[in-house]
């Protein structure tokens, strides 16, 4: 598991745009529009900047995989305003703001109270998929997460995931 570089930032944008272009927690956020990819796309980037700053970035060591983990809630601050801002404008505009909205405070409600090791995405470049790079990588999260201490928590409304989160213990 590599941790984040400078120099990753755009596979690990490009792995989970492709990873999650046909995810419908992703598509109910995103605008529906001609620019649907490049949205998805800049969802990553919005998603990348904030566990960069808040959690983990990782790429499997192959470079074919990564994932995006948060430490708890990001907290308020000027930079990550401007995110939310960025957020809006370029990922779900101003018409789907309150669908957003709702979901988000639903899905955050779920949450515990305590600090947790939240695995936000995980994908693999869909022409790897198939070879145990996601497998290989959870389990190197799993890992970091027991050294932490930490519970981990993930949702999916990929309904076909959920025996291979369940595989993991989920």
Known sequence: MIELQNTDKERIIEILTFAFESNASVNYIVNQDEQRMERI??????????????GKVVLSDDRNAAALVMHGPKGFSLRALLWELELIFRVSGL????????????IKAQHPLKTFYYLWFIGVHPAHRGHGIGSDLLVELLADAERLGLPVYLETSAIRNVPWYEKFGF
Do not use: I
């Open 41 to 54: 796309r800049n969802l990553m980037r919005y998603s990348v900047r904030v566990c960069s700053v808040f």
């Open 95 to 106: 018409s789907n703001l309150k669908t957003v909205l709702r979901r988000e405070a639903l």
